[in-house]
């Protein structure tokens, strides 16, 4: 059968813009605030054509979805280019399918590629003529970093490489239909006890530091996770 029970994110921070302030020699306080596009992966632990098909269909009809994360972080400098960090964050990601115009369909044509549901007739005021679904996770987010910045001056490279572990707060599915006799209609259904409430995430990032003054950092640096 097919693993659902596990929403296994590949994602990208699309831009990151934290901002580090120094509060001693080797410690600092930061915050950062990331656009994010994250996307899932469907796994078979049992090999079948049926399943197979199942995970076309889905991946066919199914797309990325934008969210957003909000980090706050303390670090230890070890020296001017090494150094680690551990923050608790708050992240919102999810995936959705294209929107499947059911009104043309007939017989024989499969609409919904996880259930391979039919419609005989788009004329049932209780069928809809248009229909998305839309899939959110929200996580209480705990990432651990060791990071390294390199050159000299204002404006230096950072690379870092870590792991996050995250807590599901919770999880929805959204049913979005537009139906002939009152227009379009949203349905929410919690499904937080259908996943895994841990998960781990590892991440790397690079990107570019730039320091303003003695005491305050800005960075920018796209960062790419894929969740265990």
Not at 71 to 95: A, C, D, P, Q
Not at 214 to 219: E, W
């Amino acid at each position: 059968m097919i693993t659902r029970h596990s929403f296994c994110p590949l994602e990208t921070n699309v831009s990151q813009k934290p901002f580090v302030l120094s509060i001693t020699p080797h410690f600092s306080l930061g915050a950062s605030f990331a656009s994010e596009l994250a996307y899932r992966t469907l796994l078979l632990n049992e090999q079948s054509d049926l399943y197979r098909w199942i995970i076309d269909g889905r991946n066919d009809h199914e797309i990325p979805r934008f969210g957003y994360s909000a980090t706050l972080s303390m670090t230890y400098e070890f020296n001017r280019h090494w150094s680690v960090g551990i923050g608790v964050g708050y992240s919102k990601k999810g995936y959705r399918t294209n929107i499947v115009d059911i009104e043309p369909l007939t017989f024989g044509d499969v609409i919904d590629p996880i259930t391979g549901n039919v419609h005989y007739s788009s004329n049932d005021p209780a069928i809809p003529q248009k229909l998305r679904n839309v899939y959110g996770f929200a996580y209480i987010t705990i990432p651990v970093q060791l990071s390294y910045v390199a050159g000299k001056g204002k404006i230096r490279s950072i690379s870092s490489i870590g792991m996050s572990v995250d807590m599901l707060n919770h999880a929805t599915s959204v049913f979005v239909g537009k139906y002939s006799d009152r227009g379009w209609e949203r349905k929410t259904t919690d499904q937080t006890e259908q996943f895994s409430q841990w998960n781990l995430t590892p991440m790397v990032s690079t990107g570019i530091a730039m320091q303003v003054g003695t005491r305050l950092r800005f960075t920018l640096a796209p960062v790419a996770r894929y969740g265990l």
